[in-house]
């Protein structure tokens, strides 16, 4: 929504696993929110935190909200739950190329389609978004490399 706790932190963890795999140089991501609450403003600090903890830096990326131009940039955006899934079909201009789909479909065996927005909630929150989205950026990475 506000891009500033799990798509910046889903962005730094495929980053990460992105950076060790044979499509490095091929591969582009980004991270946006699909409303303007915190545009500039840095990642949550108790993601940063977490994201951390798993040797991932996201401190450096800052809030921006989805633009028609991402949908013709990216060949595939990512949402964190069905509501964001739903403003970003909205969002998308007929004839752009994007897919559009939820980031836990790249971790069907976790058996949870949403990641649970964390901004509420305590530091176990975000290690539990941050436990999903490695798990997911990793799935995705996978899949892409098999294509």
């Keep these: 929504m506000g891009n500033i706790c799990r798509s910046p932190t889903a962005e730094g963890f495929f980053r990460y696993h992105l950076a060790n795999s044979t499509l490095s140089e091929q591969i582009q991501a ?29 401190s450096h990326l800052r809030a921006r909200k989805i633009q028609s131009d991402d949908f013709h940039e990216f060949d595939l955006i990512l949402a964190m739950d069905h509501h964001n899934l ?44 941050c436990d999903l989205l490695d798990q997911a950026c990793t799935g995705l990475l996978t899949h892409l490399e098999s294509q």
Excluded at 90 to 114: C, I, N, V, W
């Design 30 to 58: 980004d991270s946006a929110g699909t409303h303007s609450y915190h545009i500039g403003h840095s990642p949550d600090s108790r993601a940063i935190t977490e994201a951390a903890g798993f040797d991932v830096d996201i």
């Design 86 to 129: 739903e403003l970003i079909t909205e969002l998308q201009p007929h004839g752009s190329r994007a897919k559009t789909q939820l980031m836990l479909d790249y971790l069907p065996s976790q058996g949870l389609q949403e990641v649970p927005d964390p901004y509420y909630g305590s530091q176990a929150d975000f290690s539990l978004m």
